[in-house]
């Protein structure tokens, strides 16, 4: 992928202003770049954390169906579709930015194995539980998904406990072997999620991850 008009790159996850663009760091993509227009609000994922993120889960990315419920710029699930990852679901309800993200994975060769919906993560959040989420292009339960719960940190406190739910919904109904990733800042208790026990929780400042692999009943 080439870079973006502005031939410009900076820190992504900082409150900079106008476009810079998002590396790919591992697998087969590695070195790509995804665009990032600069919005404090799309909030990527620092390199760092990415990174560090990707080593915790390793090979259990291979062979998944990624959701990222708060997609912003892609950056997460194009990072898991370059390391293995069979498919991946996206969804962003800032309608250009969903725009923005398909043609990203286009210009990758990444539109086959992918959908972006537009749209309420909560919304289809809900869905993704329903027996019928196939038909949406959602993951059905034939293969172990990988979720990335990594909304605006204000989320946390305006939807609190609508994010909590949310989660709790997802833990109860992914497949044995899927890994459920949730960041957050430090506003938020990763001991407030169900299972509190369980999940394997990293602080890298602001960001705090927390992470639950789904085991065999």
């Known amino acids: 992928m080439g870079k973006s008009s ?3 790159r900076r820190a992504p996850g900082n409150a900079t202003e106008g476009p810079c663009e998002v590396r790919i760091i591992g697998g087969r993509l590695r070195g790509s770049l995804v665009p990032y227009d600069g919005d404090p609000r799309v909030r990527p ?17 291979v062979g ?8 912003g ?3 997460l699930a194009i990072e898991a579709l370059s390391r293995g990852a069979v498919r991946a679901t996206l969804i962003e309800r800032h309608f250009p930015t969903a725009h923005q993200v398909k043609l990203a994975l286009e210009r990758l060769e990444l539109g086959g194995v992918s959908q972006v919906l537009p749209g309420d993560a909560f919304y289809w959040g809900k869905r993704l539980v329903e027996p019928n989420a196939a038909q949406e292009g959602l993951p059905d339960g034939s293969i172990p998904w990988l979720v990335f719960c990594c909304p605006p940190y204000q989320l946390f406190i305006d939807r609190r406990e609508d994010l ?13 072997g899927s890994r ?3 960041e957050s800042d430090e506003r938020f208790d990763p001991a407030e999620l169900c299972r ?10 602001p960001a705090t991850i927390a992470i639950l692999r789904i085991d065999p009943v």
């Open 180 to 182: 459920i990733v949730v």
């Open 45 to 61: 994922m620092k390199d760092r954390v990415r990174e560090a993120l990707f080593n915790l889960i390793g090979l259990q990315v």
């Open 6 to 8: 502005s031939n410009r």
């Open 64 to 71: 998944s169906h990624v959701v990222d419920l708060f997609a």
């Open 196 to 205: 509190a026990d369980e999940w394997l929780v990293r602080t890298y400042l």
């Open 73 to 75: 710029t892609g950056a």
């Open 164 to 176: 909590k739910a949310l989660i709790a919904s997802i833990v109860e109904h992914a497949p044995a």
